[in-house]
């Protein structure tokens, strides 16, 4: 399609009241109603069911992020309308137009096959998902976001812009880079997948999820830290207010070891593993359900486990021993709904640390690569995401005279009954079996489950 054709574009907007609309209609048409026979205005219609001023501003902001201000407001006041070009809507909407012929008449149609989010995650997928809002206008200045990523994979300034510009135009520029133990950036070969797949979907999603706020790259170069040394500086960090989180691997049981499992032992993941690190697990949208925001609205969960290539990370440390912040739950998972498998499999003496602690959806991101946009999957994005999270609620946390929220595992366990959606289908298969079931509570797959931001960002608020 014309790529500088111009489209008329409907954004309805959600409107307030509905849940009354027949309690009102019978006020007026019951027989038995003192209001009866008083029916209503068109201003009174209109401002009763009038879409709150939070929800048009978003939504103006939204449009005004990705250069669209010429927005004018249909009568009934739920409704936004413009002009836009094809390739404005298809960059707006992360999709594509086509013109479809009628098979008889031959009489034209424009359309597309779908929008986003089961095709491909963006972070407005991610921010409808779990309720994530915009990032402020005026970070932090005591806040950070740090992330790490190790030789020789780095990412490359040319797809940051083109995901920023593309998905998430306000976001601009690159992280602050500091070198650890002679990392070093490397831009050569942008198409290499292999060399620069981790490093930009990180810093794509998490930069375009809190942006302005600062994010800091950590770049390692030779990493030969032992499990100790690595305990302790985690346990440090959590002191000074650093929250640390790490990925729980993606081959499911076998942890990291491509499902190369010793005596078919299942393999949890270090440094996951550490008590003193959040362990993210990954999901997935449902692809079985095809009305996404329907789901969302009536709170069910739309997400099982993730059940790609990818299965997600997940079981009982064969070091480190259970933590008290999840020793109830844990114990009460093993006790009623213990998994079919002896001690030859996992440790379960009812005694070790298990993971994850959450999981986050991981699935079908879009990343650009040398310039294309490919899918990528992993609890290498899930974490991420969860980290943007934090970030967030630092933010507001900080600027309202708290301190940052520091090591998380205590809180995200005393408080899940206050932000956790329970996951209760999937698995995470590795070492020639099953692997671990999601049951709907804490489980070795999906953890506590997946969070509402809102919900989280409340738990830590009300904290001192």
């Not at 201000?69 to 404005?88: C, I, P, Q, R, W």
């Not at 932090?140 to 040319?158: A, Q």
């Not at 290498?380 to 933010?395: D, K, R, V």
Request: glycine fraction near 8%.
């Amino acid at each position: 399609m014309n790529a500088s054709a111009v489209l008329p574009v409907r954004i309805g907007l959600k409107q307030r009241n509905m849940h009354r609309a027949h309690e009102y209609l019978d006020s007026v048409s019951n027989p038995k109603s003192r209001n009866y026979g008083k029916h209503w205005s068109i201003d009174e219609i209109t401002e009763t069911f009038a879409p709150s001023d939070e929800s048009r501003v978003a939504v103006l902001k939204w449009l005004s992020d990705n250069g669209i201000s010429s927005v004018k407001n249909e009568g009934a006041l739920h409704t936004l309308e413009f002009d836009l070009s094809v390739e404005g809507v298809e960059r707006l909407l992360s999709t594509e137009y086509y013109v479809y012929s009628h098979t008889e008449n031959g009489q034209g149609h424009v359309a597309c096959e779908e929008y986003n989010c089961l095709d491909a995650v963006t972070p407005d997928c991610l921010r409808a998902l779990y309720n994530i809002p915009e990032p402020s206008d005026e970070p932090s200045e005591d806040n950070s976001f740090g992330i790490v990523e190790y030789n020789p994979n780095t990412y490359v300034s040319e797809d940051l812009d083109t995901f920023f510009s593309k998905y998430e135009p306000s976001t601009v520029g690159a992280p602050d880079v500091v070198l650890v133990n002679n990392g070093s950036l490397d831009y050569s070969n942008a198409s290499n997948f292999n060399l620069h797949d981790e490093s930009n979907l990180d810093l794509q999603f998490a930069m375009a999820l809190v942006s302005p706020q600062n994010v800091t790259l950590y770049q390692v170069g030779e990493n030969e830290m032992t499990g100790a040394d690595a305990n302790f500086i985690k346990t440090k960090l959590g002191l000074q207010g650093v929250s640390v989180l790490f990925s729980a691997a993606d081959n499911g049981v076998a942890g990291n070891s491509q499902d190369e499992c010793v005596d078919n032992r299942f393999q949890p993941d270090f440094p996951a593993t550490c008590p003193y690190v959040t362990a993210v697990g990954a999901t997935q949208l449902d692809d079985s359900i095809t009305d996404i925001a329907g789901t969302l609205s009536s709170g069910r969960q739309p997400e099982v486990a993730i059940n790609s290539s990818v299965k997600s990370g997940g079981g009982f440390s064969d070091v480190f021993a259970l933590p008290d912040y999840q020793a109830d739950i844990v114990s009460a998972y093993l006790k009623n709904m213990p998994p079919p498998y002896t001690a030859d499999r996992f440790n379960n003496s009812g005694n070790a640390r298990a993971l994850p602690d959450i999981s986050a959806n991981g699935h079908n991101y879009a990343v650009f690569v040398g310039g294309a946009q490919q899918s990528v999957d992993g609890t290498s994005a899930s974490t991420p995401l969860f980290a943007s999270m934090i970030t967030l609620i630092n933010e507001e946390r900080i600027k309202a005279g708290k301190s940052s929220v520091g090591f998380l595992n205590p809180v995200l366990y005393q408080y899940a009954d206050k932000y956790i959606k329970g996951v209760t289908a999937g698995s995470n298969p590795g070492c020639g079996t099953d692997g671990f079931e999601t049951v709907g509570g804490w489980d070795p797959v999906t953890g506590l489950g997946t969070p509402d931001f809102r919900g989280l960002m409340e738990a830590f608020m009300g904290l001192d």
